[in-house]
C-alpha cells in the first residue's frame, strides 16, 4: 500500500490550536473513492498528521489512483472544514476552496518518497 505525504508551510507556535483542529476533524464520509460511474477507483487506508515548527506534514496510505484520492478528499466537508480552519495558521495560503485548487495545492504539496517498507510486503514464511 502506497503513501503519500503532503506539506503545510505553517506559522510556528501554533501547534495547540493546529492540534484542536485535527481533533475535531469530521472523517470522510467512505474510504472507498469512486469515478463518476460509480467505479471503485481507490481507497484511503489511513491518514496520520505531524507538525514541528513551521512544517506540518499529512500522511495518507492509500490504494489506488492517487489523484482520484485527492479529487474525493476535495469534496469531502471534514476535509474542506480543516482546510478553511488552518488558513489563519499558515505561512503561505493554500487555494483549496475549489475541486480543481485543492487538486492543484495537493500535487505542489507533495513530497518525493524515497522508501516505502511495510511488514505486508514480505514473503510469506
Do not use: W
Not at 19 to 47: K, M
Not at 86 to 110: I, K, N, Q
Amino acid at each position: 500500500m502506497p503513501f503519500a505525504a503532503i506539506t503545510y508551510d505553517i506559522k510556528a507556535g501554533h501547534e495547540k490550536e493546529i492540534s484542536e483542529i485535527f481533533g475535531n476533524f469530521r472523517r470522510v464520509s467512505s474510504p472507498v473513492v469512486r469515478d463518476g460511474a460509480g467505479g471503485e477507483t481507490a481507497r484511503i487506508l489511513s491518514t496520520a498528521v505531524f507538525i514541528r515548527d513551521a512544517t506540518m506534514v499529512r500522511v495518507i496510505e492509500y490504494e489506488g489512483d492517487l489523484d482520484a484520492v485527492a479529487r474525493h478528499m476535495a469534496t469531502q466537508p471534514g476535509v474542506r472544514e480543516v482546510e478553511e480552519k488552518l488558513a489563519p495558521y499558515l505561512s503561505r495560503p493554500r487555494t483549496t476552496d475549489t475541486v480543481e485548487g485543492f487538486v492543484a495545492t495537493f500535487r505542489r504539496s507533495l513530497l518525493t518518497c524515497m522508501a516505502q517498507m511495510s511488514v505486508r510486503d514480505l514473503p510469506a514464511s
